[in-house]
């Protein structure tokens, strides 16, 4: 399967859209949900033994993070199905969740990337002093302002950009499959595919502290 996704992606991806189950690609974003979740991974080990004064806080941080592949299939299959239509493509919801789905498959390296860069460049940040059992609240705060550190931090910058690679790749992957989903030419495939990941990739480069 990886040789034909891969070696010659379009007739694939275009068939798979047609014709597919859900299945694969609920297992696809259920890996990119990890693959984003082990962020939260490395915030907690960068916090060292102040954790404990923030586990609250982390914990609900890892289930954003799992929550947020789930969430960005759903969005992203409506923000290209509207799209396709400003654009006087003729799609198909059920279609684009498909295409939407196989194409996120590079979004597991980007969620890999983005926790390697997060880590090396929050291991040398002051965690915050909280007492142990703060309200929650307060832990968050405190783990917000923990990660904020991240911004501007040379590795981090790179982490995001390199990851931004990888979505790249998926934009490819969505383009590709729009072009007869959507019955749109590559040219205007592009654009709708792009315009998404722009809006995601600003959002997490902008907000360090997500």
């Known amino acids: 399967m990886a040789v034909r996704v891969f070696g010659d992606p379009e007739p694939f991806i275009q068939r798979k859209a047609a014709t597919g189950r859900l299945v694969i690609p ?14 939260a991974a490395a915030v907690y080990i960068a916090l060292g033994p ?12 890892g289930g954003y993070y799992f929550l947020e592949g789930f ?3 759903l969005a992203f299959s409506f923000a290209l199905y509207v799209l396709t239509l400003a654009a006087g493509g003729h799609p198909l919801f059920g279609h684009i969740t498909r295409i939407v789905g196989w194409g996120m498959a590079p979004f597991v390296g ?3 990337v983005w926790t390697a860069g997060r880590y090396y ?3 040398d940040a002051t965690p915050p002093k909280l007492a142990v059992n703060s309200r929650i609240e307060h832990e968050t705060n405190g783990l917000a302002e923990f990660m904020s550190h991240a911004a ?3 590795a981090f910058v790179a982490a995001m950009v390199a990851g931004g690679l990888f979505l790249a790749v998926s934009g490819y992957l969505w383009t590709l499959g729009l072009t007869k989903a959507g019955e749109l030419s590559k040219a205007r495939a592009a654009v709708v595919s792009a315009i998404p990941l722009l809006v995601f990739f600003g959002w997490r480069f902008l907000n360090s502290a997500v």
């Open 26 to 39: 609920t297992l696809i974003v259920s890996a990119v949900s990890v693959a984003m979740s082990l962020q």
């Open 50 to 61: 102040a954790v404990s004064e923030i586990i609250n806080a982390v914990i609900l941080l």
């Open 71 to 73: 969430l960005l299939w």
């Open 110 to 112: 980007t969620g890999l």
């Open 121 to 123: 460049a929050l291991q």
């Open 152 to 154: 501007g931090e040379p």
